[in-house]
């Protein structure tokens, strides 16, 4: 099994310490953001780390309980937690309106397809980012974690770091970076109370644009149309009633397959999509403020991409890793002419105009204000 890192080891490895089980990794920590903020090229760069487990989009692909929990599980009920698909990812993929993130299916040479089979939840994104070979990888855990006694949850997935930490050469740390994860904040810090949490963010404008692009924000903000229509909480509420009821451009959304036209050629205005960034901002900073000052930081993308080396140094300071010279380098490398600055002045003026308004309350929550480049400050 190829493990996809161009940086071999130093050193040995420490003895990991004792959280609920022993494990090798000695801290865990949380990248969130809105997404569309560099999140997946710092997923990148974190994977090149030799005494880093970088779990790529791992709770987006598993959401919810009993896997985010606190209820115990077995072995055996945990594994069908992280095996089981992902319903709306399969049925993206089905539709022919796939994320960019999905790394799975774009491989039609192995095992699982979203047509017939499936794709494994953890499959989807999360082994694919660690191995060439995420058939086999999912094939050795499954004998292991099938065999785990019953224990809450948060331990089944501290266990589950240490045996995939192991299988790829044993690590220090665990990074979990999902795009879209501001709104589970206070749920992870629940869950994990001693996680350490990095809050990536970018200039709202730029972010609001690229959100309006990708398929995967699309279609959240559709979703929370149809949620706002049917006068519900979440889309888990959603009854066969509701969705008779909905318009026909909406209602075929929630089907197994749909026309990828609904999603793909549908007029939605850029601003709406400064507003969807404002609330997730909104909501993530006020639950970030609830975390010890000490258990999280916050990164920027555009100082990120900036000063590349002096951002990386200080984030494997915080997550407790060495900032080896060797991988700055290839950190600095794999970020040079990752995204675009300031790609929102290009949008007509009162097209700009507006979207700057919309997102006015989620710079507000961050610290920043109006066109500046945002500068939250260093916890």
């Not at 996809?4 to 090798?24: D, I, N, P, W, Y």
């Not at 949850?153 to 220090?172: C, D, K, N, T, V």
């Not at 001693?194 to 963010?201: G, N, S």
């Not at 990708?214 to 559709?222: A, D, E, K, T, V």
Request: with cysteine; charged share 25%.
């Amino acid at each position: 099994m190829a493990i996809s890192s161009r940086t071999a080891r130093r050193g040995g490895r420490a003895e990991g310490e004792e959280t609920t089980v022993r494990t090798g990794i000695k801290t865990l920590t949380f990248v969130v953001g809105t997404g569309r903020s560099g999140s997946t090229a710092l997923s990148q760069v974190l994977r090149l780390h030799p005494d880093v487990l970088s779990l790529n989009e791992l709770y987006a692909s598993i959401d919810g309980p009993p896997a985010l929990s606190e209820q115990p599980l077995t072995g055996e009920e945990f594994w069908r937690c992280l095996r089981e698909p992902m319903p709306v990812f399969d049925t993206m993929v089905r539709s022919g309106t796939p994320l960019p993130e999905f790394i799975y299916s774009r491989h039609p040479e192995w095992r699982y397809d979203a047509e017939t089979t499936g794709i494994p939840a953890i499959s989807m994104m999360a082994l694919p980012h660690l191995s060439d070979d995420p058939d086999a990888f999912l094939d050795a855990l499954e004998p292991e974690v099938r065999g785990w006694p019953e224990r809450p949850a948060p331990q089944q997935w501290h266990a589950l770091f240490g045996a995939i930490a192991s299988r790829i050469g044993g690590r220090e740390a665990a990074v979990e970076r999902s795009g879209y994860s501001l709104h589970r904040v206070g749920l992870l810090h629940r869950l994990f109370p001693e996680a350490r949490f990095v809050h990536l963010y970018r200039h709202g404008p730029d972010c609001a644009l690229s959100m309006s692009r990708h398929n995967g924000y699309r279609m959240i903000s559709l979703l929370r149309e149809i949620v706002r229509r049917s006068g519900v909480e979440s889309a888990s509420e959603l009854t066969d009633d509701h969705i008779k009821q909905l318009p026909d451009d909406l209602a075929p959304l929630l089907s197994p397959r749909y026309d990828p036209s609904l999603v793909l050629d549908r007029e939605m205005p850029v601003p709406e999509f400064g507003t969807l960034w404002s609330e997730l901002v909104c909501e993530g900073v006020e639950s970030l403020s609830e975390i010890p000052a000490g258990q999280r930081t916050s990164l920027s993308y555009e100082r990120l991409l900036d000063a590349p080396r002096q951002e990386l140094a200080r984030l494997a300071d915080f997550i407790g890793v060495q900032p080896f010279a060797e991988w700055l380098e290839e950190g600095d490398e794999l970020l040079d002419g990752t995204g675009r600055l300031g790609s929102s002045l290009r949008l007509p003026e009162r097209v700009l105009a507006e979207l700057r308004e919309n997102c006015a309350r989620g710079e507000e929550a961050l610290g920043v204000s109006g066109s500046d480049s945002p500068r939250l400050p260093q916890s």
